[in-house]
């Protein structure tokens, strides 16, 4: 990004609402507080991470918002965003992985935050206008979705969810016919048409237990082997009516009606999108919470929702957005309820590793430090980090075997420390320093002032330099782990059974090769799929590549979720074992052929990385 500062603005469009509101002394004094900054085609101008101190306007060129892999919006000349990023309310509002991107050459106003709030104070109409009580509405806005969500079990009708459109075979079908028909549609059942006059349904699941366990011949007709007795409600009906009922009879999908005719299929994954209350019940009782053990009940919920969320099919990456979130919140509320309002203000808590690229689903090794001010001094700093520590133990969250928690005076220091630390770990790259490294720039802000972590990371990328001998050493670790064959299917199937560490021989070669190719682009970046993005749309990774890696990476990240939320619980509040083993055996076919191509993938990565980063001369 170029800036360049002017005296004024000839070219900002005072005519534009609420532009339009303002005297001719507060434009001329707007004129002389604006920033331009240059951004071209492809640019990540603000990612979920990036925290912002200006509003931008759209002068020339457009800008593409971003959630997840799709376009939201196109923001034109005039238009203008980040308010959300400006007031920290970036992925409060479910979009945690929004990003605002540079369609084409561009050209953006910058408005600083400093200015547009003195402006909102001259100028009520205005500040009403562009700001609209901004703060204030967000707050109103998170309690009106609360309460509408905890209220949707008894008022939210059918029709308020997605249904699945009915697809129809006759009963003569055959199960080949069916499998056909679901592959071609992309659905997970077909309606059988009963020569009777009846209507039944065959799933997936019923499909792969008849031919693979039952050994039913393919040409077999469906109509004898569709389940009638259909449980339907009307679409006008109550999804709470919707969730007894698949509780009542054990089922994932009803059929639904609208007068008397079947008008689609409503599944427990698409009633959960609707009824999503269980996270906010969670959230309410962080907000709430006044001592550490209030924290401790609501961390122990979060094991219960993965296992809810898992069960009913939700995508594991929305799983992890929300998982982070939630755990953040902790972590933000406990910092809170044990810092005194000077160490709050003075200081950066900062999450590391999975947690900070926002991947971790289930509760591993804590990775947290703190960042100080220069300067500021708190006496009663080591009980207070010692404390946040033990807690977080005591919600679930194990002690770190590195250390790299908040109780470890290494990693609670002052920013010129942090930054004579990262001075070393770049110019002095023994192991420790470049594990160091790699988990420091995975660091996300959870509590303080975040333009201290921010500091810390320009700092660092300040610092490297196109020296091809430390981006070799820093990429060797993805090395570092044996990836079982996929592409000799007699060798892998003779190695069947021996359990694999699927962090290691898969989700960690995709994570840190990802992770050394954007530290050689000096992104900013932390979220692995958002880093491949990025790097795909920056060239320096090709498409299918990188789409393959996010499909790999999901993949191999909800088998890891699977194995893990599987296992036998020992008590109401039992955490699932973290120990990443995979039992290829015990896996089902479809999991295991996607775990075999998964890992041949990530040999080929790895591959990609030893030749761009000439780890094999």
């Given at each position: 990004?170029?800036?360049?500062?002017?005296?004024?603005?000839?070219?900002?469009?005072?005519?534009?609402?609420?532009?339009?509101?303002?005297?001719?002394?507060?434009?001329?004094?707007?004129?002389?507080?604006?920033?331009?900054?240059?951004?071209?085609?492809?640019?990540v101008i603000l990612s979920r991470e990036e925290p912002t101190d200006s509003l931008f306007v759209v002068l020339r060129g457009s800008v593409q918002e971003r959630r997840g892999g799709?376009?939201?919006?196109?923001?034109?000349?005039?238009?203008?965003?980040?308010?959300?990023?400006?007031?920290?309310?970036?992925?409060?509002?479910?979009?945690?992985?929004?990003?605002?991107?540079?369609?084409?050459?561009?050209?953006?106003?910058?408005?600083?935050?400093?200015?547009?709030?003195?402006?909102?104070?001259?100028?009520?109409?205005?500040?009403?206008?562009?700001?609209?009580?901004?703060?204030?509405?967000?707050?109103?806005?998170?309690?009106?979705?609360?309460?509408?969500?905890m209220a949707a079990l008894t008022m939210a009708r059918i029709r308020q969810a997605h249904l699945h459109p009915p697809l129809f075979v006759d009963a003569a079908a055959s199960l080949?016919?069916?499998?056909?028909?679901?592959?071609?549609?992309?659905?997970?059942?077909?309606?059988?048409?009963?020569?009777?006059?009846?209507?039944?349904?065959?799933?997936?699941?019923?499909?792969?237990?008849?031919?693979?366990?039952?050994?039913?011949?393919?040409?077999?007709?469906?109509?004898?082997?569709?389940?009638?007795?259909?449980?339907?409600?009307?679409?006008?009906?109550?999804?709470?009516?919707?969730?007894?009922?698949?509780?009542?009879?054990?089922?994932?999908?009803?059929?639904?009606?609208?007068?008397?005719?079947?008008?689609?299929?409503?599944?427990?994954?698409?009633?959960?999108?609707?009824?999503?209350?269980?996270?906010?019940?969670?959230?309410?009782?962080?907000?709430?919470?006044?001592?550490?053990?209030?924290?401790?009940?609501?961390?122990?919920?979060?094991?219960?929702?993965?296992?809810?969320?898992?069960?009913?099919?939700?995508?594991?990456?929305?799983?992890?957005?929300?998982?982070?979130?939630?755990?953040?919140?902790?972590?933000?509320?406990?910092?809170?309820?044990?810092?005194?309002?000077?160490?709050?203000?003075?200081?950066?808590?900062?999450?590391?590793?999975?947690?900070?690229?926002?991947?971790?689903?289930?509760?591993?090794?804590?990775?947290?430090?703190?960042?100080?001010?220069?300067?500021?001094?708190?006496?009663?700093?080591?009980?207070?980090?010692?404390?946040?520590?033990?807690?977080?133990?005591?919600?679930?969250?194990?002690?770190?075997?590195?250390?790299?928690?908040?109780?470890?005076?290494?990693?609670?220091?002052?920013?010129?420390?942090?930054?004579?630390?990262?001075?070393?770990?770049?110019?002095?790259?023994?192991?420790?320093?470049?594990?160091?490294?790699?988990?420091?720039?995975?660091?996300?802000?959870?509590?303080?002032?975040?333009?201290?972590?921010?500091?810390?990371?320009?700092?660092?990328?300040?610092?490297?330099?196109?020296?091809?001998?430390?981006?070799?050493?820093?990429?060797?670790?993805?090395?570092?782990?044996?990836?079982?064959?996929?592409?000799?299917?007699?060798?892998?199937?003779?190695?069947?059974?021996?359990?694999?560490?699927?962090?290691?021989?898969?989700?960690?070669?995709?994570?840190?090769?990802?992770?050394?190719?954007?530290?050689?682009?000096?992104?900013?970046?932390?979220?692995?799929?958002?880093?491949?993005?990025?790097?795909?749309?920056?060239?320096?990774?090709?498409?299918?590549?990188?789409?393959?890696?996010?499909?790999?990476?999901?993949?191999?990240?909800?088998?890891?979720?699977?194995?893990?939320?599987?296992?036998?619980?020992?008590?109401?509040?039992a955490e699932p074992v973290i120990d990443n083993l995979v039992h290829p055996d015990q896996l089902s076919k479809l999991d295991r052929d996607q775990f075999k191509d998964c890992l041949?993938?990530?040999?080929?990565?790895?591959?990609?990385?030893?030749?761009?980063?000439?780890?094999?001369?």
């Amino acid at each position: 990004m170029q800036h360049a500062t002017p005296p004024a603005s000839p070219d900002f469009d005072f005519g534009r609402p609420p532009f339009d509101l303002l005297t001719e002394g507060q434009r001329t004094a707007l004129a002389g507080a604006l920033d331009i900054a240059l951004h071209p085609r492809g640019a990540v101008i603000l990612s979920r991470e990036e925290p912002t101190d200006s509003l931008f306007v759209v002068l020339r060129g457009s800008v593409q918002e971003r959630r997840g892999g799709e376009v939201a919006v196109v923001h034109g000349p005039s238009d203008r965003f980040g308010l959300q990023a400006l007031y920290g309310t970036a992925g409060g509002d479910g979009t945690g992985s929004r990003r605002f991107i540079a369609a084409e050459d561009c050209v953006c106003h910058l408005i600083p935050r400093a200015a547009l709030e003195a402006l909102a104070g001259e100028n009520p109409e205005f500040g009403s206008a562009i700001l609209g009580d901004f703060a204030q509405r967000m707050r109103d806005l998170a309690a009106v979705r609360s309460n509408r969500e905890m209220a949707a079990l008894t008022m939210a009708r059918i029709r308020q969810a997605h249904l699945h459109p009915p697809l129809f075979v006759d009963a003569a079908a055959s199960l080949r016919d069916a499998a056909d028909a679901m592959r071609r549609n992309r659905a997970s059942s077909v309606l059988v048409r009963g020569e009777d006059g009846r209507s039944g349904i065959l799933t997936g699941t019923d499909l792969r237990d008849l031919v693979v366990l039952d050994g039913r011949p393919v040409a077999d007709p469906v109509g004898p082997l569709a389940r009638y007795g259909l449980v339907t409600l009307d679409r006008d009906d109550l999804l709470f009516n919707a969730l007894v009922l698949m509780t009542k009879h054990a089922v994932r999908r009803l059929v639904v009606t609208e007068n008397g005719a079947i008008v689609g299929l409503l599944g427990q994954s698409d009633l959960l999108a609707v009824l999503s209350n269980h996270s906010q019940v969670i959230g309410l009782q962080v907000e709430h919470a006044t001592d550490p053990a209030d924290l401790r009940r609501a961390s122990r919920s979060i094991v219960e929702l993965i296992r809810t969320l898992h069960a009913t099919g939700v995508k594991v990456a929305f799983i992890a957005d929300l998982v982070t979130e939630l755990n953040r919140r902790i972590f933000r509320k406990l910092f809170e309820l044990l810092a005194p309002p000077d160490l709050l203000a003075n200081s950066c808590l900062i999450v590391m590793g999975s947690e900070g690229r926002g991947e971790q689903l289930l509760k591993t090794d804590q990775d947290n430090g703190l960042i100080l001010r220069d300067g500021f001094d708190c006496p009663d700093l080591p009980r207070i980090a010692a404390d946040f520590t033990r807690h977080l133990v005591e919600f679930g969250y194990p002690p770190c075997p590195g250390n790299i928690m908040v109780s470890n005076p290494d990693w609670t220091r002052s920013l010129a420390g942090y930054k004579d630390a990262l001075f070393n770990w770049v110019h002095r790259p023994d192991e420790a320093a470049q594990m160091n490294l790699a988990i420091f720039y995975d660091a996300a802000p959870v509590a303080g002032d975040a333009t201290l972590l921010a500091d810390a990371k320009n700092y660092l990328l300040s610092r490297l330099q196109d020296n091809q001998m430390f981006f070799t050493q820093f990429a060797r670790p993805a090395l570092s782990f044996d990836t079982p064959s996929g592409l000799f299917a007699a060798l892998f199937e003779r190695r069947r059974a021996e359990p694999v560490d699927i962090k290691k021989a898969g989700i960690f070669p995709i994570v840190h090769g990802v992770r050394a190719l954007a530290l050689e682009r000096h992104r900013a970046e932390t979220n692995t799929v958002e880093r491949i993005q990025v790097l795909a749309e920056l060239g320096a990774l090709d498409r299918k590549m990188a789409a393959d890696l996010v499909e790999a990476f999901t993949i191999l990240s909800t088998i890891r979720l699977k194995a893990r939320v599987d296992l036998p619980e020992e008590g109401p509040e039992a955490e699932p074992v973290i120990d990443n083993l995979v039992h290829p055996d015990q896996l089902s076919k479809l999991d295991r052929d996607q775990f075999k191509d998964c890992l041949a993938l990530v040999k080929s990565f790895k591959e990609l990385i030893a030749h761009h980063f000439r780890l094999n001369h």
